[in-house]
């Protein structure tokens, strides 16, 4: 099959914006102008690595993570879009009965929105931290049928283990006052790497509580983490996941997988930092 010119131009053109965004430090992309529901789509499923997929959305991440014993599902999106992490996982090649583990970000409805189908559909057991299995359950915008009954706590240092597969629990309060982040290996051409996905990455309250314990989880994640290798995050734009798989499909063997860049993970949180102090200054400046 022939590639057009135009194909090649554009192609051409990501490749260039992704590379002057590694160059400068800034690891995040641009937040979508429209984010309404009816104007996100689904996507191919992406793999990021040998144990790794993307199922999401264009505005909303899924993943799945590859085990020994199983999958894990890392959040489940909502509306219209519930059934399409296990569309993806079909068309991986992979089975969605071996879902063992649910995991939700938080308990904003974009995000657990699908659990209690996938949980349905699977058994898979579902873990969210107590502070966001209470805003899950006081949540009306998914319906009653949304909700699923509390099952695992995920507690700050907490393990999960699935057959050859830990993740590291942390409670990274700002997004929400339960917001969790992981921890884990994922795997390219049998070399291992530390990948961290964090929850919430920003703030979307607009009181000064939210900016303040947001500030303090960035503090705390850019002192304990010095060997983060692959940034991801509950929104793909965030950690430009969409762009980098866009590479993923030219890359040839031997090449970096563009996943793998540790600078950017620092660039992220010093971003996000500079982010929330600004914002903070200017709403204690309004009060």
């Not at 040998?50 to 199983?70: E, F, M, Q, W």
């Not at 009653?144 to 993740?167: E, P």
Request: proline share 5%; charged share 20%.
């Amino acid at each position: 099959m022939k590639t057009t010119h135009s194909v090649i131009v554009a192609v051409y053109v990501l490749c260039l914006a992704l590379s002057a965004t590694q160059a400068s430090g800034q690891a995040r992309g641009a937040r979508p102008a429209d984010v309404s529901p009816q104007n996100q789509k689904a996507i191919p499923p992406i793999k990021l690595f040998d144990n790794l997929y993307y199922v999401g959305t264009d505005y909303v991440s899924s993943y799945v993570i590859k085990t020994s014993a199983g999958l894990i599902l890392v959040d489940t999106l909502y509306d219209k879009f519930t059934d399409h992490p296990v569309e993806a996982i079909k068309g991986l090649g992979m089975n969605p009965n071996g879902i063992k583990y649910i995991v939700i970000t938080h308990g904003h409805n974009d995000h657990f929105g699908g659990a209690k189908k996938i949980q349905d559909l699977t058994g898979a057991r579902v873990a969210l931290t107590e502070v966001d299995w209470n805003l899950m359950e006081r949540s009306n915008r998914g319906g009653t049928n949304s909700v699923v009954q509390r099952d695992i706590v995920i507690k700050d240092g907490d393990t999960l283990t699935l057959g050859d597969t830990t993740l590291k629990m942390y409670i990274t309060p700002g997004h929400t006052p339960g917001v969790a982040a992981f921890e884990f290996p994922v795997f390219d051409g049998g070399k291992k790497y530390k990948a961290f996905l964090l929850g919430g990455h920003n703030v979307t309250s607009n009181q000064p509580e939210a900016f303040e314990s947001f500030i303090v989880t960035v503090k705390r994640l850019m002192a304990t983490l010095k060997d983060v290798d692959v940034s991801l995050t509950s929104h793909p734009w965030a950690a430009l996941i969409l762009e980098r798989g866009e590479m993923m499909k030219s890359r040839k063997p031997g090449d970096p997988n563009p996943y793998v860049a540790p600078a950017d993970f620092k660039a992220f949180l010093q971003e996000r930092l500079t982010d929330a102090e600004s914002r903070l200054t200017e709403i204690k400046a309004k009060k």
